[in-house]
């Protein structure tokens, strides 16, 4: 039996302006867990999580936002909310997430800018703490660019050869299509004729997509996995048929887009 507490409080005053970027606390909802009967899952509800707006002239034009690091969070007991525990499961904070416009139900109300970002922190506060002391971090967000399609069909002819394309060139971005019969154990495993297998070297976030597409320009994608070593990225797609000679690959780029790191500082922050 497993008994789940959730505290909410609403805040809309605290916020750190940093040079032209904004961050402004909306929520902050703290859960405890009782756990009776102790299981694999058991204090996985145990967390604190904060809705963050991020706003300002600094991020206009945001697409993604990801690669979230909180460097301290600390209430006034003293207690660091960033330790997890060792049975915690792993954050996807390393990947960036397209950015969505937040909601309004005014139609009357101007259009909202920014957008939200939430923040969980592994570790409660201790009872007797009243504030979030501090929290800071950085977050990173993908701004501005051209959107390019990179093409590349059909794919087969490509194999072992570094894509040349001028878009993709000025992302400094180097991406070459695998030779299947070159692949590793894990790779010819996993993905067989369903997949398609590439090494990316450069910086990875100036990649904003990989499609694999039909003759009739169908997208077959159906998932992808993949390991980095040293600024090197080998990346199996996952097809739902098997590759076919007249399938083609496209790559979404943005030459020109910047990687704005936005800082986040709060203080004083009062729990519920």
């Known amino acids: 039996m497993k008994l789940v ?23 902050l909802i703290e859960s405890r867990e009782l756990s009776l009967e102790k299981t694999p899952f058991s204090g996985w509800q145990n967390e604190v999580t904060l809705t963050l707006h991020i706003d300002g002239p600094g991020i206009a034009g945001a697409r993604k ?15 660091d909310l960033t330790r997890r525990p060792e049975n915690a499961p792993p954050r996807g904070a390393d990947e960036f997430q397209d950015i969505r416009t937040p909601q309004t139900f005014d139609d009357t109300a101007p259009k909202p800018t920014g957008f939200d970002l939430e923040v969980k922190l592994p570790t409660l506060s201790a009872r007797k703490a009243t504030k979030l002391a501090r929290l800071s971090g950085t977050v990173r967000v993908l701004v501005g660019g051209e959107k390019r399609i990179v093409t590349v069909r059909p794919i087969p002819p490509q194999y072992g050869k570094s894509i040349e394309d001028p878009s993709l060139e000025a992302t400094g971005v180097t991406f070459t299509i695998s030779d299947p ?27 904003a997509g990989v499609r694999i597409v039909d003759a009739g320009g169908e997208d077959c994608s159906s998932g992808s996995f993949w390991s980095d070593d040293k600024g090197v990225r080998t990346i199996t797609y996952l097809l739902n048929k098997p590759l076919a000679n007249d399938m083609g690959l496209e790559i979404e780029v943005w030459p ?7 800082p986040i500082e709060l203080e004083d922050v009062t729990l519920p």
Do not use: C, H, Y
Not at 5 to 27: E, I, P, R
Not at 65 to 79: E, P, Q, S
């Open 65 to 79: 936002f990801g690669r979230l690091v909180i460097a301290k969070a600390v209430d006034d007991a003293g207690t």
């Open 181 to 207: 019969a070159k692949r590793g154990p894990g790779e010819r495993l996993m993905g067989g004729s369903n997949s398609v297998s590439a090494v990316i070297k450069g910086p990875m976030d100036e990649i």
């Open 5 to 27: 507490v959730l505290l909410t409080v609403w805040l809309s005053a605290t916020f750190v302006s940093a040079a032209d970027t904004s961050v402004k606390l909306l929520s």
């Open 256 to 262: 020109g887009q910047k990687t704005v790191t936005v």
